[in-house]
């Protein structure tokens, strides 16, 4: 079910049952610490430390939408400036290797002026990487998902 965190916001009855496609960043990491050995990177949250995204599993997020301040569950943007600006940039700080790409929502989902909280989320499209472009191809293999050209354009847009 989509909501909005603006009770004054009407959305579409069309939008209910239809995935929301928003920008996301990722933090690559290995689960042995070193890119340089096996085993393959993994996916994790941009902010959160190493929770990882498990190939082939959707993550799942609390969402409790009589409780909109609370800040739980998925979140992506709706355009990419916003997602450059507001993940990138201090990731680009706090990480050695990120992933920046779309992402598919579903289940309940708060809207907000720049994005999303969603109940469930897994990885669309991954579009750019500072590292090693080689890593953005094992990663887009191991999450069945695409490399997506021209970088960050929504896959509707093209």
Wanted: with cysteine; aromatic share 10%.
């Amino acid at each position: 079910m989509l909501r909005s965190a603006d009770k004054n916001l009407r959305l579409p009855e069309s939008e209910l049952r239809e995935e929301i496609v928003a920008y996301r960043v990722w933090r690559v990491f290995w689960e042995n610490g070193d890119p340089d050995q096996a085993p393959a990177p993994r996916l994790g949250s941009a902010h959160y430390g190493r929770i990882a995204w498990e190939p082939g599993v959707p993550m799942a997020g609390e969402i409790d939408a009589t409780r909109p301040q609370r800040r739980t569950g998925i979140h992506a943007y709706s355009d990419k400036t916003n997602m450059i600006v507001s993940s990138v940039a201090p990731c680009l700080q706090a990480a050695e290797y990120i992933v920046a790409g779309t992402v598919s929502l579903w289940g309940t989902v708060i809207v907000y002026e720049h994005g999303y909280r969603a109940q469930f989320a897994y990885p669309r499209q991954l579009c750019w990487t500072n590292g090693d472009v080689n890593i953005l191809q094992a990663l887009a293999a191991i999450y069945g998902c695409e490399v997506y050209e021209p970088p960050l354009q929504k896959p509707d847009a093209a």
